[in-house]
C-alpha cells in the first residue's frame, strides 16, 4: 500500500540494548524526518534527511543514529538504548520546494518504545 | 532561535460550539509557515491547517480556520461547530525559512475535549 510505514509499532527493550526502527515512505519524497514524542514536550526533532545519502541532526540528537541509503528508507537506531529514550517515535515524509511553501509533512502512524 | 508556545494544556468546549485554541511563536525569518496538526487518541498525526507567512488572508479549511495576527506573532486555531469527534490533541508549529525542507517545530500540544 501507498504511504509511510512504521515497523515495529511496539517494542520493549532493556538497557544498553540496540534497537532500530524502520521507516518506508511509497511516495519518493525527498525529505524525511524522525521526531520524538514525550508529554510536556510535544515532538521534537532527532534527525532528519534531504535526500538519500545526506543526514542532519535535528534538536535531540544524541544516542541516535540514522541512515539513508535509499530514498525510501530512513531507519533510526539507538545504539544503546536508555531508559530517558522511552517515547513514541514518529517518522514523517515530503515533498519540497513547494511554491507556497506549504510542504506538509505526512506522518507513520508511530512506534512506541519501552527501554526497561 | 524559533519557538512555538501553546499555553492551553488542556480546553473544554461544548458541542456545536466554537472554540480557538492559541499559539504564539518567535522567529526572527520573515519566511516562515504555521501549521495545526490533530492527534486524536490513536495517535496518528492528521494535518489541519497552513498559513504561509505572507498571505494576506487566514487561511481556512471547512471548519477550521487560522486567526494569523503577525504583529502578535500569534496564530490560533478557530474549529468552529464543535464536534465530539473534534476531541484530541492539537499542536501548532512552525517552519523555518521558506519551509524548502519541510522541517518543523511543534508546540506542546492542548488536548481539547468536546462535551455532549
Known amino acids: 500500500d501507498a504511504g509511510i510505514t512504521q515497523s515495529p509499532r511496539y517494542k520493549i527493550t532493556e538497557t544498553g540494548r540496540q534497537v532500530t526502527l524502520m521507516c518506508h515512505q511509497t511516495w519518493s519524497h525527498s525529505y524525511m524526518f524522525w521526531y520524538r514524542q514525550d508529554l510536556g514536550h510535544g515532538l521534537r526533532l532527532i534527525y532528519y534527511?534531504?535526500?538519500?545519502?545526506?543526514?542532519d541532526k535535528g534538536e535531540v540528537p544524541d544516542g541516535y543514529v540514522v541512515s539513508r541509503s535509499k530514498t525510501e528508507n530512513f531507519p533510526l537506531t539507538l545504539e544503546s538504548a536508555t531508559r530517558s529514550q522511552t517515547s513514541v517515535y514518529f517518522c514523517?515524509?515530503?515533498?519540497?520546494?513547494?511554491?507556497?511553501?506549504?510542504?506538509?509533512?505526512?506522518f507513520g502512524a508511530g512506534s512506541r518504545l519501552t527501554v526497561l | 532561535a524559533q519557538k512555538i508556545t501553546q499555553t492551553q494544556p488542556g480546553m473544554f468546549v461544548q458541542e456545536k460550539e466554537a472554540v480557538t485554541l492559541d499559539c504564539t511563536y518567535d522567529?526572527?525569518?520573515?519566511?516562515?509557515?504555521l501549521f495545526w496538526y490533530k492527534q486524536p487518541s490513536s495517535g496518528e498525526m492528521i494535518f489541519l491547517i497552513y498559513q504561509g507567512s505572507y498571505d494576506q488572508q487566514n487561511a481556512t479549511e471547512g471548519r477550521y480556520s487560522l486567526n494569523f495576527q503577525k504583529a502578535r506573532k500569534s496564530a490560533n486555531l478557530v474549529i468552529s461547530a464543535s464536534q465530539l469527534g473534534d476531541s484530541a490533541m492539537y499542536f501548532c508549529?512552525?517552519?523555518?525559512?521558506?519551509?524548502?525542507?519541510?522541517?518543523?517545530?511543534f508546540g506542546q500540544g492542548t488536548e481539547l475535549s468536546v462535551k455532549p
Open positions: 514523517a515524509s515530503t515533498l519540497a520546494g513547494s511554491p507556497s511553501g506549504a510542504n506538509v509533512l505526512t
Open positions: 508549529a512552525m517552519s523555518e525559512r521558506g519551509n524548502q525542507g519541510g522541517k518543523l517545530i
Open positions: 534527511s534531504a535526500a538519500a545519502d545526506i543526514t
Open positions: 522567529t526572527s525569518d520573515p519566511s516562515y509557515g
